[in-house]
C-alpha cells in the first residue's frame, strides 16, 4: 500500500513539474539556468497580451493576411516540414528596424503587426513561435532566444525548436534551418518560454 501510494505521488510531482524542470539539450553549448514567470520581460509579456487579444485586423499596422493560407497549407504535415516552411515563409518579409517603423527603439510585434509592417530579428522569431504553436507544435519545445552575434557585434533575436536532442535554429540571417550548435559565432544570453526564461552562460 505504502508503495502504490510512494508511485502515485511520484507521478503526480512528474505531472505537476514546470516546463522549466525539463533537461533541454545545450544551445550553442551553453549552460542554462531556468526560472519561473516573465514579468522581468515586459515587451514579451506585453506582445503575448496583445496576441492572445488579438482579433483578425486588416488596417495600416496590421493584417491577417497569409497567416490562414499558411497555416491550412502546412496542418498535417510532418513537424520537419512545419519548421521549414514557417521559417522559409516568414523570412521572407522584409527587414526594417523599429525606430523607422514604429518610433522607438525596441518594438516587439505580433505577427499580425509583422505582416503588415515587417519588422526585425525578434518579430520574425515571435511570428514563427506563434504559427508552429497554431500548428500543434508545444511551446516547451520553442524559444525566443536572445543572443549576441559576435561577429558583428550586435544583439539578435532568433527562434530555437526543439527536435528531440537536437535544437534547432530559425534564423532571419540564414536561409534554412540547421542545428543551432553548428553555428559558432552566437553567444546565448536568455532564452523566452510562455511562462518562464532562462539564463545562459559559456
Same mark, same amino acid.
Given at each position: 500500500?505504502?508503495r ?6 511520484c507521478?503526480?510531482?512528474?505531472v505537476?513539474?514546470?516546463? $522549466?524542470?525539463r ?5 550553442f ?8 514567470g ?14 492572445n487579444n ?8 496590421c ?14 504535415k ?6 521549414k516552411?514557417v521559417?522559409?515563409f516568414?523570412?521572407?518579409?522584409r527587414y ?5 517603423n514604429?518610433?522607438?527603439e525596441d ?5 499580425y503587426q509583422?505582416l ?14 506563434m ?14 532566444l536572445?543572443l ?16 528531440g536532442d ?6 532571419? $540571417? ?11 559565432h ?5 532564452s ?9 552562460r559559456?
Amino acid at each position: 500500500m505504502m508503495r502504490a501510494a510512494v508511485i502515485a505521488a511520484c507521478a503526480l510531482m512528474l505531472v505537476s513539474l514546470p516546463a $522549466q524542470a525539463r533537461m533541454y539539450p545545450p544551445i550553442f553549448n551553453s549552460k542554462e539556468f531556468a526560472n519561473q514567470g516573465i514579468k522581468k520581460f515586459p515587451k514579451w509579456g506585453d506582445m503575448l497580451k496583445r496576441w492572445n487579444n488579438a482579433a483578425p485586423c486588416d488596417d495600416d499596422e496590421c493584417t491577417v493576411d497569409g497567416w490562414a493560407d499558411l497555416l491550412d497549407e502546412l496542418k498535417g504535415k510532418d513537424r520537419m516540414t512545419q519548421i521549414k516552411e514557417v521559417n522559409r515563409f516568414f523570412n521572407g518579409e522584409r527587414y526594417i528596424i523599429d525606430m523607422k517603423n514604429w518610433g522607438i527603439e525596441d518594438y516587439w510585434a505580433t505577427p499580425y503587426q509583422f505582416l503588415k509592417m515587417d519588422g526585425d530579428c525578434e518579430d520574425y522569431a515571435i511570428a514563427k513561435f506563434m504559427a508552429l504553436k497554431a500548428l500543434g507544435v508545444p511551446t516547451e519545445d520553442m524559444r525566443v532566444l536572445a543572443l549576441r552575434d559576435l561577429n558583428l557585434d550586435v544583439g539578435h533575436a532568433v527562434l530555437i525548436v526543439y527536435d528531440g536532442d537536437t535544437p534547432l535554429l530559425l534564423d532571419n $540571417q540564414i536561409k534554412t534551418v540547421v542545428p543551432a550548435n553548428s553555428v559558432k559565432h552566437y553567444m546565448p544570453i536568455f532564452s523566452l518560454s510562455e511562462t518562464g526564461w532562462w539564463l545562459h552562460r559559456k
